[in-house]
């Protein structure tokens, strides 16, 4: 095949929703083009998802969205379980100062959301976006390039790309293409939802209602100042808008409300069974569907987002080892799954299911949460660690492999910033002791970057936490999550032999940034005898 370099791009994107977008982000962040294909020609204006969690937040911020996201997002209290009367059943707080440096559960409109992203992506001359355009063809030809065609008015377009990122969602044509198929995880149901503007005293605890009534489950959330939205499963006869949000309503209101949207949707709990083809993949929803019972669809995709990017762009501009591609769906699969069935076992919780034993299940429920300390326990995993695998050496017990470490506020360079706009895009070794050779060594290895957590400035939030998993130094990957650790009173990190090899790279990494400085002419010389990455943020070598 017969490639026309002038239509060959580093990586297509299908899809321009929140997480197509971010993921172009997140790769422009590591000098990678990006062309995103995409077939609407704007931001689908009526709001979808509404709820984000501070792990995302962080992702976010990584992506350069951070304080405007801020602006426009609303923190909530957490999450309760109301029974039919609406009486409490059991309440999961969130805090405003959560693991990852933002609050656990926020509130916004999706609409605000991607036109933000969009405003970022046409500041990177790394990204272009093509709407109102239909992709008609992905075909893969052996170990060559991926031959992407989209239509357009004027007919026709192929292009070539290094890696495709399918962002088109549950009814795209990624995931057909790579020859996946949905494996059902047992929950489908079809819902309402009701967006409403209102300036009526609408009563809400600052969190998200779950109504566990079978004969009429809801979930309740306020949205912004003037912003709610409700959700009810469609029953035999299906009552006005006004009867059904009544119990949130003063019984004296009278005043007029504007239904922003009311549209009917099924609820289902789905994951392809493979994420990946070769070079292509599979991210959001077309990979995964989950029930909104607790606010993590779209945080799952851009988890996606974020997991993979840091590896492609290791492989595309580093010659990483294709191997470390493998461990995108081994790590985001379970973690997926884990959430889609933490949905729907909360969505069987608000209904107690339809059959003979619903009454029971429900006893059994209220029961459970007044067991002390039960959901406060429950309201903290939401995101479990990654599953052990190349790149996450878990071993006996939780530990700290496979978790994300903190991001509290720091000082370096005089300035008071969060930790990982100094952490920069790289590995990192973070130390509670002083590094041995070994360890300073290995991070010139992996171009990463040792730093030592004290005179950091943050009231030892960082010391707290590897003394509290038994850790004299940790590695942590781009995305923040702990690939190995130094054991307290160990010298060395136990599980090199492992993923040394797939984070081995054939040309050197560009040196991480210094805090609060411009990547510059640092970055232009490589190590001798070895070929050079380009410049942070100049076309890789393929574009």
């Not at 005043?255 to 099924?266: K, L, M, P």
Request: with cysteine.
């Amino acid at each position: 095949m017969t490639v026309d370099e002038a239509a060959r791009v580093p990586v297509v994107i299908i899809g321009a929703g929140p997480v197509g977008v971010t993921a172009a982000l997140l790769l422009a962040r590591r000098g990678v083009r990006t062309l995103i294909l995409e077939r609407h020609r704007d931001v689908y204006p009526l709001p979808r998802a509404v709820a984000t969690d501070d792990e995302v937040r962080r992702i976010l911020q990584v992506a350069g969205v951070g304080e405007e996201f801020a602006a426009i997002a609303r923190p909530a209290n957490g999450l309760r379980l109301l029974d039919a009367r609406h009486r409490v059943m059991a309440e999961f707080r969130r805090t405003e100062h959560g693991h990852h440096g933002y609050p656990q559960t926020s509130m916004f409109d999706q609409p605000e959301l991607e036109r933000l992203l969009r405003d970022a992506l046409a500041r990177h001359q790394e990204c272009e976006l093509r709407a109102d355009v239909e992709v008609v063809g992905i075909e893969q030809d052996g170990d060559g390039p991926v031959r992407v065609t989209y239509r357009d008015d004027d007919g026709d377009h192929p292009l070539w790309a290094d890696a495709v990122l399918g962002c088109d969602g549950a009814n795209g044509l990624t995931r057909d293409a790579i020859g996946a198929v949905w494996e059902d995880l047992r929950f489908e149901e079809r819902w309402t939802v009701i967006d409403v503007r209102t300036r009526a005293g609408v009563r809400s605890w600052e969190g998200v209602d779950q109504v566990c009534d079978p004969h009429r489950p809801a979930t309740f959330m306020r949205i912004g100042e003037d912003r709610y939205r409700w959700e009810f499963r469609l029953g035999d006869a299906q009552r006005p808008v006004r009867e059904l949000i009544a119990p949130w309503l003063s019984p004296s209101y009278d005043g007029d409300f504007e239904i922003v949207r009311e549209a009917q949707y099924t609820f289902r709990a789905r994951v392809a069974d493979r994420w990946r083809s070769g070079r292509v993949f599979l991210l959001g929803d077309a990979a995964h569907l989950t029930p909104p019972f607790v606010g993590q669809g779209l945080c799952a995709g851009l988890r996606d987002a974020y997991n993979l990017t840091w590896k492609l762009a290791r492989v595309l501009r580093q010659g990483g080892d294709e191997r470390l591609l493998d461990t995108y769906e081994s790590e985001r699969k379970p973690h997926a799954r884990y959430v889609i069935r933490l949905a729907v076992a909360m969505g069987w919780a608000m209904t107690g299911g339809q059959d003979d034993a619903a009454a029971l299940r429900r006893g059994l429920l209220a029961a459970a949460c007044r067991i002390p300390g039960l959901t406060a326990a429950a309201g903290r995993d939401l995101s479990p660690p990654l599953t052990a695998g190349p790149l996450v050496r878990r071993r006996l017990g939780r530990g700290l492999v496979g978790t994300h470490c903190p991001q509290p506020w720091i000082t370096a360079g005089g300035r008071r910033t969060r930790l990982d706009e100094l952490l920069g895009d790289s590995f990192t070794i973070l130390t509670g002791t002083e590094p041995p050779p070994s360890l300073s060594a290995l991070a010139q290895g992996l171009g990463a970057r040792a730093l030592s957590v004290h005179g950091l400035g943050d009231d030892g939030t960082l010391a707290a936490w590897l003394r509290a998993g038994h850790a004299d130094a940790v590695l942590l990957r781009p995305d923040r999550v702990v690939t190995d650790i130094v054991p307290a009173g160990g010298h060395e990190f136990t599980g090199t032999a492992a993923w040394a090899p797939l984070l081995h790279t054939t040309r050197a990494p560009c040196p991480t940034r210094r805090p609060f400085a411009r990547l510059g002419a640092e970055c232009r010389g490589g190590r001798p005898g070895r070929a050079t990455a380009p410049p942070h943020g100049s076309p890789s070598p393929s574009a």
